[in-house]
């Protein structure tokens, strides 16, 4: 062929070329794959010098020279394919100086097995501010002139030394990982006033030079056989830091660097996290690896969201809890339980969370998940009544006026639907093996669908609007019962309910408890607020241990007598004159609480063992005392839930956006009207009754 031929079937194949390649370019990016069959006909790069791209991608495979020459291009990227699999691949066969593009600003040459001599001249790329040579066989000889650079990563390139890396002080982000360094090549680090990223991963390096870069936004020191973290608290700017794979060091130091947003600390053989609690402004926390069996305090970290939340693979998790409670702000508005990669989660928290129910899609995943709480969230039973390895269910205020599904539940042992209203209670009947039920604030005003469940052993209904619980009757396996804030009920029907042990009954208006009589293995009994009430049966009940007859409008204590098992009595807010002398022969006797009667007397406890005695607080055991204005502490922090001013009598609610608080305040609000309309109190009984009402708070958080 001759050399005229040659140069025209050249042209020729310059001409198709250039065709081919010109349609590929999108938004001035062109990306070519010589280890594609259909790239393989290119044997040089001439035909790029006419394009206007910003942008160039190259996966060479061929043994073709890289010359460019191309005035637009800003950010060129080559990697040789050749031989990867091999111990020593193919070298790619480039030298920088080949290189004409005086626009570069990025230039990534990793994975080419690159020497030294082929980055010769690479200080003519006057504009570069981005260089990757990782996994090369190259140090600085010739990088360290190019003044431009903000990013340098050296990833793998056996660096020993990186003396001339500080000649770079326009470097904000320098990645040095898998390198052979240690804390002496890194002394003169912090000359770096720009730098805010730093990696330093798998290297024999601590924190020792680098606790002095407070410019610092970003540090990872994987794998860096770290055991001291002390100097962490330096890096005051920081924010995200990565300490996986290491182990056997102290987290507290952590405390100190509240400006963290982002923490990885995976595989770091971590048991707790509980000194990151304080980490509040945390968005990402990677725990995965490690051997926690409980983050219980994660709720704390109230900046978590859970689209970008907490990596917890691997671990022996068996509690998760992520309901917020007291604490407002953390709405874990996007997450999706299927992102929970927690195959041995038994029990999952997420109430108050601002969750519907497509969020709860496979929560049947969880094969080992018992207790599941997902209170206050627009959640119904879609998505749980198929995890029937529940033995225990938390609904509170969750709006349900449907649980037909809750039968699929065989296991249920437990379930609170409290602060729900307007379901039919039907379907409980299928849940036999219900062991415990808590049905307060639902409105209910009968409760004979709940006969079946023979094996319930307590039961909840305060609060509600009861006038009979006939059904509770045939409750025969029974314990604790709690019926108060109803009203006027009748509780005839506990007359066979030997085996009650606590029963409260508390603002029900009762004037008898004749039925109480037969009940012998009580041993907790709360009869307070019921004005009218007749307690001479109550001397039949001999195995009481704890006893509440706070504002009973009694005159008179020497029924009680019998009642040598009391451990706390209240009898407070009473109109009694005289306590008989034989309280003393109550020698278990605790705690005594007679304030607010009309005891002018009270030589006669003076031999009682515990008189003088001072409880775990610090307070008296025995509070006997005529007359007194109310603590401090019983008007429970009033500046800040309520106001009671004395003796105006005048009581201010500030109101929450808590709907379960602000349901309660309504009842208390009518509690207080009532209070206020009896013309028997007096001002300090009133007083008392108001702090009655507000111990009910302590249901909702507050202290």
């Given at each position: 062929m001759t050399e005229q031929n040659q140069n025209a079937l050249n042209e020729e194949y310059d001409e198709y070329i250039t065709r081919k390649y010109q349609g590929k370019i999108k938004d001035g990016n062109l990306e070519i794959d010589n280890s594609h069959d259909v790239d393989q006909e290119i044997t040089n790069l001439r035909f790029l010098e006419q394009f206007d791209i910003q942008t160039l991608k190259l996966y060479i495979i061929s043994d073709m020279s890289v010359k460019l020459r191309n005035y637009m291009l800003k950010e060129l990227y080559v990697s040789n394919l050749r031989d990867q699999d091999e111990e020593q691949p193919q070298r790619l066969n480039m030298q920088v100086d080949d290189l004409e593009l005086e626009n570069l600003e990025v230039l990534d040459l990793q994975l080419?097995?690159?020497?030294?001599?082929?980055?010769?001249?690479?200080?003519?790329?006057?504009?570069?501010?981005?260089?990757d040579v990782s996994f090369n066989n190259v140090n600085l000889t010739h990088i360290h002139i190019v003044k431009s650079l903000t990013k340098l990563?050296?990833?793998?390139?056996?660096?020993?030394?990186?003396?001339?890396?500080?000649?770079?002080?326009?470097l904000e982000e320098l990645d040095l990982s898998s390198n052979i360094l240690d804390n002496q090549q890194l002394n003169n680090i912090s000359k770096f006033k720009k730098l805010h990223t730093l990696d330093v991963s798998e290297n024999d390096v601590d924190l020792t030079h680098i606790h002095n870069i407070t410019s610092l936004t970003k540090l990872s020191m994987r794998i860096c056989e770290l055991k001291n973290i002390d100097l962490i608290s330096s890096l005051v700017n920081l924010k995200e830091l990565d300490l996986s794979y290491n182990s056997d060091f102290d987290l507290s130091p952590l405390q100190q660097v509240r400006s963290l947003t982002k923490l990885y600390m995976n595989n770091c053989d971590l048991k707790n996290?509980?000194?990151?609690?304080?980490?509040?402004?945390?968005?990402?926390?990677?725990?995965?690896?490690?051997?926690?069996?409980?983050?219980?305090?994660?709720?704390l970290l109230v900046n978590l969201t859970i689209d970008i939340y907490v990596n917890l693979k691997s671990n022996t998790i068996k509690e998760l809890i992520l309901g917020i409670q007291k604490f407002q702000g953390y709405k874990l508005q996007n997450m999706q339980v299927d992102q929970l990669e927690l195959e041995n989660l038994e029990v999952l928290d997420l109430q108050e969370n601002n969750m519907d129910n497509n969020q709860l899609y496979n929560l049947v995943k969880f094969k080992k998940l018992h207790t599941l709480d997902v209170s206050r969230n627009n959640i119904d039973l879609a998505h749980i009544h198929s995890v029937t390895?529940?033995?225990?269910?938390?609904?509170?205020?969750?709006?349900?006026?449907?649980i037909d599904l809750i039968s699929s539940l065989v296991n249920l042992k437990e379930l609170d639907l409290s602060f729900n209203r307007d379901f039919d209670l039907s379907p409980l009947q299928q849940v036999r093996s219900l062991t415990k039920l808590s049905m307060r604030y639902c409105g209910l005003t009968n409760i004979d669908q709940i006969t079946q469940l023979i094996n319930l052993e307590v039961l909840n209904l305060a609060y509600n609007q009861l006038l009979t619980i006939n059904s509770v009757g045939s409750l025969v396996n029974l314990k604790q019962l709690d019926i108060s804030y109803n009203k006027q009920v009748d509780i005839t029907p506990l007359n066979d309910l030997v085996g009650l042990i606590k029963l409260n009954f508390s603002y029900c208006k009762l004037t008898q408890v004749s039925a109480l009589k037969h009940l012998t293995n009580l041993q907790e009994l709360d009869l307070s607020f019921n004005y009218d009430i007749n307690i001479t049966e109550l001397q039949y009940l001999k195995k009481?241990?704890?006893?509440n007859l706070v504002c009973c409008n009694l005159v008179s204590i020497q029924v009680l007598r019998p009642l040598v098992n009391l451990e706390i009595l209240h009898i407070s807010d009473n109109n009694i004159v005289y306590l008989d002398a034989d309280l003393n022969e109550m020698?278990?006797?605790?705690?005594?609480?007679?304030?607010?009667?009309?005891?002018?007397?009270?030589?006669?406890?003076?031999?009682?063992?515990?008189?003088?005695?001072?409880?775990?607080?610090?307070?008296?055991c025995f509070e006997i005392s005529y007359q007194r204005d109310p603590s401090e502490k019983e008007l429970f922090n009033a500046n800040k839930y309520r106001k009671i001013e004395l003796p105006n009598i005048q009581l201010k609610l500030i109101q929450s956006q808590h709907k379960a608080l602000n349901t309660a305040l309504d009842n208390f609000k009518?509690?207080?009207?009532?209070?206020?309309?009896?013309?028997?109190?007096?001002?300090?009984?009133?007083?008392?009754?108001?702090?009655?009402?507000?111990?009910?708070?302590?249901?909702?958080?507050?202290?």
């Open positions: 080419n097995n690159l020497v030294n001599d082929q980055l010769y001249n690479l200080s003519k790329f006057k504009k570069l501010h981005t260089l990563t050296m990833v793998s390139c056996e660096l020993k030394n990186i003396d001339l890396i500080s000649s770079l002080d326009n996290i509980d000194q990151i609690v304080l980490l509040t402004n945390l968005d990402v926390l990677e725990l995965s690896l490690n051997q926690l069996k409980t983050i219980n305090q994660i709720y390895s529940l033995t225990k269910l938390s609904m509170v205020q969750c709006g349900l006026k449907n009481l241990t704890h006893l020698k278990n006797l605790k705690e005594l609480r007679a304030e607010w009667n009309r005891i002018s007397d009270f030589s006669s406890l003076e031999k009682h063992p515990n008189y003088n005695n001072l409880d775990e607080k610090g307070e008296r009518q509690e207080i009207n009532a209070t206020m309309n009896n013309a028997r109190q007096s001002q300090i009984q009133f007083t008392v009754n108001v702090v009655r009402l507000f111990q009910q708070l302590n249901q909702f958080g507050f202290e």
